[in-house]
Each structure stands twice: as structure tokens, then as C-alpha cells.
């Protein structure tokens, strides 16, 4: 399973009371191990104050974006992590960059701006960025979005995305040795790519006379996958064997993740539950992502559904938890609010992240701060995510990019 943000497989009281939740969590020791068990790196940043990671491959590499600057926040630069470095991997001739997504030959995907102030897509690999390139149109304005945006790319090099074309919708596309591939649409509409599997399978989502409809595009086809009774659908991931996860309206306004296979979209509902979203699927067919489980009170939980059950993942002691993305084994990363938020809930933010296997929510620490999240997962196990660096509120705005290893 592919998507733009995990590569192969390919999503938080008194001062009493707060020192005395804060004494119930995971914390980092001075060798970089959480009290988990899990080792913390900080992976550092390319000058500024703040990094982040958005994706981790089974060779260790972690990509994301970082400030540059530590007077200023503005610029920000992708990055690539490796062999205990953190190397900047430049622009397309703008000043702002960031990275998306690698695979399992090192190839990373991202958005940059461009010498003439344009925001493109980009692959970087062997020490080189290539501009992706148009579809040969622009955004009307500066609030429409890039005029190139990746969202992922499969060991093949295959990369899935969206652009804007010379009629001025924009419309997915699939990029292959130096070409751009429109996608077209299941109508006049535009057309929005979410993920690719290794097959070059693109689903998304595109506008029809009817609603907004989940498509799949494989072939030179894009397929309408219909919806499970409402006017909206869209797909949100696929895997290597085709199935496709996603959330479709249902009737009487529910919000439902779908699984689709063999022509068929199958409902997966949470008894009394609305507002889900998938984040990501498995070659064995496992959906993670998050969801509320009360129409009434609208708490979202992380949520994995296999084998024809939903299970809640629960929390770390707070109140609510949301997956990012799960592996190839079925393990699931993410964030969840912890004991320090349900004991002082003006005190924002105090979440961590956390690894779920086996039935088991494990919280991950962080790098000395009150936050952390957990961002993507490797097939290795391997996890990528960011930190505060410190508890003190006048160097709280500190983030790190960091990899956690078993």
C-alpha cells in the first residue's frame, strides 16, 4: 500500500495536577530511550527552530520539510535524513520546499516554489530535484492551490499527483519517465489523486453530475466507484492487491469508511458512529484511520478495521487519538491526547505519539517536550514524526523531526 505519506507501504487543573499527569507518561531518557523501550533520534534541523517529518523507508531514510533560518520562520526546505545527517535538498529556484513522500529506492516527492514564484511538484533523486512539470494551465489565484502538487510515489518511480490544465480545472495525473499523464475526470469537474500502488493503480476522488464520486483509475480508465447511498465519496488509499479504503456519505448523512473491491464498495460501519476517515491499507486488507464513535459527543478515536470488525484503539489517558498510518504488518502509528490533557485541559498542547500492535497502545515519549506525533511507518517498523524539544513555554515552539526505532 502506497500513499503520499509513507512511501511503500504506501495522518493533542492546577500546577499540581500537571506535574502529577506529566509523571505518568513516557518520558526520554539521557541515551535517546523512551521508558517504552523505543529509541528516540533527534534528527536535528537545517538551522531553524522547527523540522518535521512526514515519511520513513525501510533503509532508515526520513524526508520532511525544516525552517532554515532561526531569525525567521519563513523559509522552510526539504529535507532528506541519512547515515545520522539531515541534508538539505534544495529548491526548484524559489525559496520554500518540502517533502512528501520516499519509496524503497530512495526517491523523493514534494512541492516547491519556482524562480517565478509558481509552487511545482517535484522528484529528487541521486542528488538531483527534476520539476515535474504542468498540465499546462495555472491556479486563478494565489488561494487555489499549487499549480503542481505530488501526493505519491511507488518503487517503480510512478508518481501520482494533481495539476491544473489549460481550461483551468484541475485534474489528477500520473508522472512516468519525464511525462505527465492527464487523468482526466468522471466529468466536467475536477479530479484529485490521493495515492498509487505499486501496480501505477491512482485512485481520488472527482466531481460528477451527481456528487463528488470516489474513482479509480487503472489501464487508461478512470472508474467511478459509486457511493454507499449519499451524493459523495472518495477514495483515500489503495494497496498492492487493489483494494481501495475510503469514506463514503451513506443515508441519513452517516459518514462511513468503504472498502472496494472486485467492482464492489462494501460498507464499514461504527454502530452509532459518524465522521470516519481512512488513513491507509495494508496488503492484508487492514484499515486504519479514525472516526467518532458517538453521533452525540463526536470523540474521535483511532480506529483499525480487520477481519470484518472495527476495533478502538483508545487513548493514552486522554480523551482523543487519530492513526496516521499503518504498515504492512498491521502496525499503526499515530497521536493521542494524554493523562496531562484529561488532568489540565486548558494547558494545550499535551499529546504524544504512540504505537499500536497486538492490542496494545504503546506511548512513544518525546524529545523532553509535552508533544510529540508519530507520522508514518516503515514495513521495518521504523517510525517517523516530531517533537518539542522542551517543556519550558518560552522555547516550546522548538520542533525536531524524529525517528523512533524498536
Known amino acids: ?27 526520554t531518557t539521557a541515551t535517546g530511550r523512551a521508558a517504552s523501550g523505543w529509541g528516540i533520534r533527534d ?14 523507508n525501510e533503509r532508515g531514510q526520513v524526508v520532511g520539510r525544516s525552517q532554515v533560518d532561526p531569525k525567521s520562520g519563513k523559509v522552510w526546505h526539504a529535507f532528506v535524513w541519512q547515515n545520522g545527517r539531515m541534508l538539505d535538498i534544495g529548491t526548484l529556484g524559489g525559496t520554500t520546499s518540502g517533502a512528501v513522500a520516499i519509496n524503497e529506492r530512495g526517491q523523493v516527492i514534494g512541492g516547491s516554489t519556482t524562480a517565478s514564484g509558481a509552487s511545482h511538484a517535484f522528484l529528487w533523486q541521486t542528488g538531483t530535484m527534476t520539476d515535474l512539470g504542468t498540465l499546462g494551465g495555472r491556479p486563478a489565484n494565489k488561494t487555489s492551490g499549487p499549480q503542481t502538487e505530488a501526493v505519491g510515489i511507488n ?19 500520473r508522472w512516468e519517465n519525464g511525462e505527465m499523464r492527464d487523468l482526466g475526470s468522471l466529468g466536467a469537474g475536477p479530479s484529485i489523486a490521493t495515492a498509487i500502488n505499486n501496480r501505477g493503480d491512482v485512485v481520488g476522488w472527482s466531481r460528477t453530475e451527481r ?22 465519496s472518495a477514495a483515500e488509499a489503495i494497496n498492492d492487491r487493489g483494494q481501495i479504503a475510503g469514506f463514503s456519505e451513506a443515508p441519513h448523512y452517516r459518514d462511513d469508511f468503504f472498502v472496494w ?3 464492489r464498495m462494501r460498507a464499514i460501519g461504527i454502530k452509532n458512529g459518524s465522521l470516519t476517515f481512512p488513513v491507509g491499507i495494508n496488503d492484508r486488507g487492514q484499515i486504519a484511520g479514525y472516526g467518532s464513535l458517538s453521533i452525540r459527543h463526536l470523540i474521535i478515536h483511532a480506529l483499525v478495521w ?17 492513526a496516521a498510518s499503518i504498515n504492512k504488518r498491521g ?24 504505537v499500536w500492535s497486538g492490542g496494545t497502545l504503546v ?27 522542551s517543556p519550558k513555554p518560552k522555547i516550546s515552539s522548538v520542533r525536531h523531526a524524529v525517528l523512533w526505532e524498536p
Open 43 to 56: 534528527l536535528g534541523t537545517l538551522g531553524g527552530r522547527v523540522s518535521t517529518a512526514t515519511a520513513v
Open 155 to 173: 518503487d517503480r518511480g510512478q508518481i501520482a499527483g494533481m495539476s491544473w490544465t489549460k481550461q483551468g480545472v484541475r485534474h489528477a495525473f
Open 306 to 322: 480487520w477481519s470484518g470488525r472495527v476495533h478502538d484503539l483508545g487513548t493514552l489517558g486522554g480523551t482523543e487519538s487519530r
Open 211 to 232: 456528487g463528488t464520486h470516489a474513482f479509480l483509475w487503472r489501464d487508461g480508465k478512470m472508474i467511478d466507484l459509486g457511493t454507499l447511498g449519499g451524493s459523495q
Open 1 to 27: 500500500m502506497l500513499s503520499g505519506m509513507s512511501g511503500r507501504a504506501l495522518v493533542l487543573a492546577a500546577a499540581g495536577g500537571i506535574v502529577a499527569a506529566l509523571a505518568l507518561e513516557a518520558t
Open 363 to 389: 506511548d512513544l515519549g518525546t524529545l523532553g517536550g509535552r508533544t510529540s506525533e508519530a507520522t508514518a511507518i516503515a514495513d521495518d517498523g521504523r517510525i517517523a514524526g516530531s517533537s518539542l524539544t
Open 331 to 354: 502496525t499503526v502509528v499515530g497521536w493521542s491526547d494524554t493523562r496531562a490533557c484529561a488532568a489540565a485541559p486548558r494547558v494545550s498542547p499535551c499529546r504524544h505519539g504512540f
Open 261 to 263: 473491491q472486485d467492482g
